[in-house]
């Protein structure tokens, strides 16, 4: 194996402050591959598991990171996607926040031509998340109207590109006229500032949704269910809003032959192949013509002693807890020095 046999890595505990330790390299199974990590990203959810409201499922890293870029240091003895060498992004159970991370080999892409390693690192937790539940539980087809909620996020400027490339007609709400302009910016047809406006008048006039991607949920289902054509599917992602409804009506999944479903993609038993279904499919591809324009919420080089504490500790938490996400899709940190220069 290409590695040393301990790497840094960051150190999380409960009640205590982030630090810099050493651990033991982990070495690769059959069908997994070593990535020598370049680029990682923070998110949301890594904010939640230091403050101890997110716990890794069972089996997964306590090092935090669910998304890295570099390079295939070592691979499993059954892999056949991934050589050494090989630059990749891929999305973690974890251990992201190392020199080196372990992921499944179905869970990579290859990293699209013209992307830096810092730009690929913010790709996976959003690509990932948005395929899984926009074109598979979602089956959003081409020509069909997608709804996204909190579309200036990380989720929801990644849907936006993927749903226009998909060639479905995009909507988008956010929470100011900043945020509605960069949805329009990245391929929504109308941008809805959900403070000013309300959504589901809009929709209705626009002829109602096929399929919605919603992380809000509380008062929004009931106004999801309204607007959604014969046929159609919400998922639900997140519950900003809250995960109980006082009243809601039924009746319109009867009458409507509506699907109301949900997933969490980290806790996914099949999570190893999302990868494998993102390049049969051509997850790639509608990155590539969307080209893959990602918004920046401040990327900072953070080179040597994994500076990932202060990234840590300088990215806000979203202004209103019931808002949609923040308007910062992904921020980055090099891993460790060395490495070539990111442009």
Not at 20 to 33: F, K, N, R, Y
Request: proline residues 7%; positive net charge.
């Amino acid at each position: 194996m290409n590695a040393p046999k301990t790497m840094r890595a960051v150190i999380h505990a409960l009640g205590e402050p982030l630090r810099v330790g050493e651990l033991a390299t982990p070495v690769p199974g059959q069908h997994e591959i070593l990535i020598k990590v370049a680029a990682a990203g923070v998110n949301r959810p890594d904010l939640m598991q230091r403050a101890g409201l997110y716990p890794p499922p069972p089996g997964a890293p306590a090092t935090m990171g669910l998304e890295a870029a570099g390079t295939v240091a070592a691979a499993g003895s059954a892999v056949t996607r991934w050589r050494e060498g090989d630059e990749v992004t891929a999305l973690l159970g974890g251990g992201g926040y190392a020199e080196y991370a372990l992921v499944d080999e179905g869970s990579a892409l290859r990293i699209p031509k013209g992307l830096s390693m810092e730009e690929a690192a913010g790709l996976p937790e959003t690509v990932f998340t948005v395929w899984a539940n926009v074109f598979e539980s979602g089956a959003l087809k081409p020509g069909e109207t997608f709804l996204v909620h909190g579309g200036a996020s990380g989720i929801g400027t990644t849907a936006i590109q993927m749903a226009k490339a998909h060639g479905a007609r995009v909507f988008a709400t956010a929470g100011d006229g900043e945020k509605v302009a960069l949805c329009e910016r990245l391929g929504a047809e109308r941008g809805i500032n959900y403070k000013t406006e309300d959504f589901e008048s809009v929709l209705r006039g626009a002829g109602g949704v096929d399929v919605i991607l919603d992380m809000v949920a509380g008062p929004y289902t009931q106004k999801n269910l309204d607007i959604l054509n014969d046929g159609g599917r919400c998922v639900l992602i997140a519950f900003l809003q809250g995960p109980t409804v006082p009243q809601l009506n039924l009746m319109r999944i009867l009458l409507k032959r509506l699907t109301l479903t949900g997933s969490t993609l980290r806790s996914r038993p099949d999570r190893g192949g999302q990868g494998e279904a993102g390049d049969r499919q051509g997850v790639r591809a509608r990155r590539r013509r969307s080209r893959a324009r990602t918004h920046d919420g401040g990327r900072e080089r953070r080179e040597d002693h994994f500076e990932a504490l202060e990234a840590l500790r300088k990215k806000p938490e979203s202004d209103n807890a019931g808002n949609p996400p923040l308007p910062r899709p992904s921020r980055f940190l090099l891993a460790r020095s060395g490495h070539r220069p990111v442009s």
